[in-house]
């Protein structure tokens, strides 16, 4: 799911969860839900990283015995080490999204719901996620990805929707839906960027002969490399 902020991607993703009620129409979901929806959310940040583990997990509907039998499994991927056994108050952003997500991919959920908590991880373990998902996917999972970065959003999913203003304006196969919001994202961009060089011209580039006077003046004191016109242009 793509569109810019404030078109309704995270407000959809909290109705297919049930944290919110729809005005109209009805919402109907086949599966059990996991989803890693805000920062933080479901933790107590009183409680450790384990004592969270369990508490979060027996919200997805994971039974005391399941969790033991996993939770080795989950303190791996969330790598974290002794912070497991501090309080999640004293975590960075990083910390909280690699437990939650950890607790959130090892419950085998039917459906996964990820809203842009991934931005937060590191490279590493961005990677690691988007291998756990694409595994979870080949095993049936249905997996609802909410992000800006338009890479993961190619190489993850198969099927895209492109959210503006809290209506559809597109769905379909998602590099297609991708190349679409792009496309859109530029054209707006090179609109605003018009708008401001008119209402605020002086941040037009400088007078081309003030620009030449001031590199032979650099160049002859040895501060820059030789320029040339194309370079200027560029």
Known sequence: IIGR???GKSTLLQLVCGTLSPTS???KVNGRIAALLELGAGFNPDFTGRENVFMNAAVLGLSREEVEERFDNIASFADIGQFIEQPVKTYSSGMYVRLAFAVNIMSTPGIMIVDEALAVGDMNFQAKCMTALT???ERGTTVLFVSHDIGALRSLCS???YLEHGTVRAIGK???IAEQYIKTMREE??????KFIREAPEFEPENKGV???AA?????NGAVLKRSDEFDKR
């Open 211 to 213: 620009k030449e006077e």
């Open 216 to 220: 032979q003046s650099q160049e002859k």
């Open 5 to 7: 902020n404030g078109s």
């Open 135 to 137: 595994r979870i996917q």
């Open 189 to 194: 961009m090179n609109a605003e960027h018009r």
């Open 25 to 27: 129409g009805s919402v």
């Open 174 to 176: 998602a590099p297609d």
């Open 159 to 161: 099927q895209g929707v």
